[in-house]
């Protein structure tokens, strides 16, 4: 009870927050909850950057823990048996362009001097999945909510920008109606933006089915979560074990024979494929989709809790004057990722 009475000012004040951030995402799909919850949380700590007092625990749990259930409740979303259906089509495109994007930004990070953290979570949220990839990764790599918030909005930046351009370039491009559910789901960072650029093509086309397409193949991008995290978490063990031994590396591998998965794996990131699993045996028994929507919605209302929570710790003078690299590194990735999806389709003759 005295953890619930510490935490519950700050987490109810981030939920609160979050009703309206909601609402304007609903009205505004481009842009999206969670970019509405970070510039809220920004928008207060550039006015008020004094002690928060009792508020204080409930917004650092809000900002950690709360995102990592945003994550599990993200598995509900995720039926494996539509994916299957779609990725013997889409998976070689999902893989070149997720490569495509963590090489870049490897190269990127050491080019312009990035951050690592930042750069780590600018690559996994191009190439991944946006919000949600970061929200994975970050608690994986001890990232601080600064660079989450860094990471956020250099993905935000390039979504809205896909999201007003791809249809047209598209059309541009005479892809078909596939070839654009294909191109929508790997080159487009965020769910949000994936859905709001399919739905503008399928307006400019008639007929058209793209937006089914592009979402279940952005789902199948949403698993790559999964072995991202697991390599991330043996890399920080890693790092951690050869610090600890004072950087010399045969202590450091001699170290790793007490490796401890336990440790190293991410046990939010299993309940999330218990919560996939679950969701596949559900429909596979029949089940409807509309059973996991309360789930679906909940987790996004938990991210854009944890995003205001993220925005309230964040420096936003510091955030513009440091934004230079990490933007270039985005839109690096961005432009390599389109680039990769088009020519990978013309190489498989969908498009």
């Not at 048996?81 to 994007?101: E, F, K, R, Y």
């Not at 990127?108 to 946006?130: D, Q, Y």
């Not at 993905?155 to 892809?175: E, K």
């Not at 399928?202 to 698993?223: E, F, W, Y």
Request: charged share 10%; with cysteine; hydrophobic share 55%.
């Amino acid at each position: 009870m005295d953890t619930i009475k510490k935490l519950f000012p700050g987490v109810a004040l981030c939920a609160v927050a979050a009703v309206p951030c909601w609402i304007l995402g609903t009205w505004l799909p481009v842009v999206g909850g969670p970019v509405f919850g970070i510039l809220l949380g920004m928008a207060i700590a550039l006015v008020y950057r004094g002690d928060r007092g009792a508020l204080t625990q409930g917004i650092q749990y809000s900002s950690k823990k709360i995102l990592q259930y945003a994550v599990i409740l993200l598995g509900f979303g995720l039926n494996l048996g539509q994916v299957a259906q779609v990725g013997a089509l889409s998976l070689p495109i999902i893989v070149s362009t997720i490569a495509t994007a963590l090489i870049v930004a490897f190269v990127m990070c050491k080019a312009l001097k990035v951050p690592g953290r930042t750069a780590t979570l600018v690559g996994v949220g191009s190439s991944i999945c946006g919000g949600s990839a970061i929200a994975a990764t970050a608690p994986v790599i001890k990232a601080d909510d600064e660079e989450v918030a860094q990471a956020i909005s250099v993905i935000f930046l390039f979504n809205v920008v896909a999201a007003l351009i791809f249809p047209t370039l598209g059309t541009v491009l005479g892809l078909s109606n596939e070839g654009f559910g294909l191109f929508a789901g790997t080159a487009v960072n965020d769910t949000s933006s994936v859905t709001a650029a399919a739905a503008a093509w399928d307006g400019m086309h008639p007929g058209s089915n793209a937006l089914d397409q592009a979402t279940i193949v952005k789902l199948t991008r949403t698993l790559a979560i999964i072995p991202i995290t697991l390599v991330l978490a043996l890399w920080q063990v890693r790092q951690e074990k050869a610090q600890a031994t004072g950087g010399r590396e045969e202590q450091a591998a001699g170290a790793l024979g007490n490796f401890s998965l336990k440790r190293a794996f991410p046990l939010f990131i299993l309940w999330f494929m218990v919560a996939s699993a679950f969701t596949t045996i559900v429909m596979a028994l029949g089940g409807s989709a509309e059973l996991f929507a309360p789930l679906k919605d909940l987790s996004k209302f938990f991210i854009i809790m944890a995003m205001f929570a993220i925005g309230l710790n964040t420096d936003l003078v510091k955030l513009v004057k440091t934004g230079g690299k990490p933007i270039a590194m985005g839109f690096v990735c961005w432009v390599c990722i389109a680039a990769v999806s088009l020519g990978a389709q013309q190489l498989l003759g969908v498009w």
